[in-house]
Nanobody
Framework: QVQLVETKGGLVQPGGSLTLTCKVSGTGLRAYRMAWYRQIPGRQRDLVAEINNDLSANYADSVKGRATITRDNPTNTIYLEVVNLKPEDTAVYYC????????WGPGIDHWGRGTQVTGSS
């Protein structure tokens, strides 16, 4: 059974930095697209950053220049570093992975449980 295991976020002072990790377990196949989303209560879940298995990446305008998403393909792990954290970065962050259930098969959406990140002093 495929699972996405996220590290805990936590409380970070404005101007500080944060690194989140997400690892796909339960499969020996390489995930396709992986990403981090975030959600504020009452709002839709928004993309923060995404990375493909060719390591090409895209970022939301709100974090561009402050966030870096990286990926280790052999372990199906992604990392999100955010520097110069702002109070508006406060949200629940969710890991996403598109994982095939057979080699070269279509990807299936999987989500982590989410981890709270709070930018506050």
């Amino acid at each position: 059974q495929v699972q996405l295991v996220e590290t805990k976020g936590g409380l970070v002072q404005p101007g500080g930095s944060l690194t989140l990790t997400c690892k796909v377990s339960g499969t020996g196949l390489r995930a396709y697209r992986m990403a981090w989303y975030r959600q504020i209560p009452g709002r839709q879940r928004d993309l923060v950053a995404e990375i493909n298995n060719d390591l090409s990446a895209n970022y939301a305008d709100s974090v561009k220049g402050r966030a870096t998403i990286t990926r280790d393909n052999p372990t199906n792990t992604i990392y999100l570093e955010v520097v110069n954290l702002k109070p508006e970065d406060t949200a629940v962050y969710y890991c996403y992975a598109e994982v095939p259930d057979e080699r070269w098969g279509p990807g299936i959406d999987h989500w982590g449980r989410g981890t709270q990140v709070t930018g506050s002093s």
